[in-house]
Nanobody
Framework: QGQVVESGGGLVQAGDSLRLSCSTS????????MGWFRQAPGKGREFVAG????????YYADSVKGRFTISRDNAESTVYVHMRDLKTEDTAVYYC?????????????????WGRGTQVTVSS
């Protein structure tokens, strides 16, 4: 059974940078598309970024494009999202997910395994 575990969240100030990590076990990481989603208080879960497994094509939500960068290290079975120029509206619980599909990367239904999330709080 695959497992996904996020780390790296915390409290930062607006304009700061932060890198989240997501490690996996129990699945062949190199054959999984990896995604990051987030859920702010009182809101639904939304797509943040995703990276496919075969050609490592990356996708981003418009709200984070140009500020967030997703990358993967197949040797370490880990995916990262480097977040810079953080804004208060980036405050949310960030979830990592793994799935086999390489299309509809922005849809939560494309993912089979989910982590428990890591809190990111951006203060003004």
């Amino acid at each position: 059974q695959g497992q996904v575990v996020e780390s790296g969240g915390g409290l930062v100030q607006a304009g700061d940078s932060l890198r989240l990590s997501c490690s996996t076990s129990g699945l062949t990481f190199s054959t999984y598309t990896m995604g990051w989603f987030r859920q702010a208080p009182g809101k639904g879960r939304e797509f943040v970024a995703g990276i496919t497994w075969s050609i490592e094509k990356s996708y981003y939500a418009d709200s984070v494009k140009g500020r967030f960068t997703i990358s993967r290290d197949n040797a370490e079975s880990t995916v990262y999202v480097h977040m810079r120029d953080l804004k208060t509206e980036d405050t949310a619980v960030y979830y990592c997910a793994a799935g086999r599909a390489e299309t509809l990367v922005e849809h939560s239904g494309s993912y089979s395994y989910w982590g428990r999330g890591t809190q990111v709080t951006v203060s003004s």
